[in-house]
């Protein structure tokens, strides 16, 4: 038994999106999994970060967002709404995000959620340590995560060379940059697409794909983001001259080269150790 939290954005509860989150919720109580569960917009949750998440101040001159979320975590002094979400999230062994996509990107509570919870000294700045333990290292590794997402447009449309750019880019921020950053292994994006029209019958199957994504929770290979720390970034910044040296941008943190054919290649090839070498 694994325990899941259930992170979901939108008031209406006949919307696909709450919808996802209600199957989610049954297939894992099905499987026998612990959920957790947090209805945003159900909860009231605070979406903006301000000053009121630091009701005791370490600097009382000038509001430093990082320098005040460092001293209320560190110090047992942040608001009790952040606290609480932490502690779901530390008790977790997955976390799945389930939003309708607005303007690209998930809707302002949930963004605020990221922003207020996602704390200095947790999920950044881990351990008073820099960026030593970032991407695939930090305060939530060993979890791991997935995006639930509702769609308003037709999947054309974020197609490969669709005009509105491939989903799995334009939600690179989330994917790597919110949940692969503090270590989470983040599970490919499930979305269901064209969601503002969808009828019966498409929701019926949306259902059924998204059952399925759901039970294998625990089984399907994550993401293959580059970690920082495994030789790939030897400063720790730019990825080596070495690596994918055809790629730039975005798509060159995925490490593309499928685990069977690097296993085929070190048989082919063994790598010898050093030992194996000395007389
Ligand atoms: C503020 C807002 C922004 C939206 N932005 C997008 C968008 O960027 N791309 C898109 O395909 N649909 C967009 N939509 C449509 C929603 O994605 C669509 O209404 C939603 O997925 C329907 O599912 P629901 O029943 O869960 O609300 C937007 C809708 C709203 C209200």
Redesign the pocket.
Known sequence: MQKVLIVHA?PEPT???SQLAEIASETLKAQGHEVMRSDLYGMGWKAVFDGRDFPVRANQERLSFIDESGHAFAKGLQTPDVEEEQRKILAADAVILVF?????SMPAIMKGWIDRVWAFGLAYGFEGAGNTYRYGEGGFAGKRAMLGV????PAQDYSARGI?GPLDQLLFPITHGTLFFPGMQVLPTFAVYG??SIDAEGMAAAEAAWRSRVERLFDDAPLAFRPQNGGDYPDRHVLADHVAPHLSGLVAHIDHEPAEKKKAAEAAFPVQREEELSP
């Open positions: 939108h919307s696909v999106t309708p996509l607005w303007w690209f509702s769609v308003g447009g509105n969601a503002g």
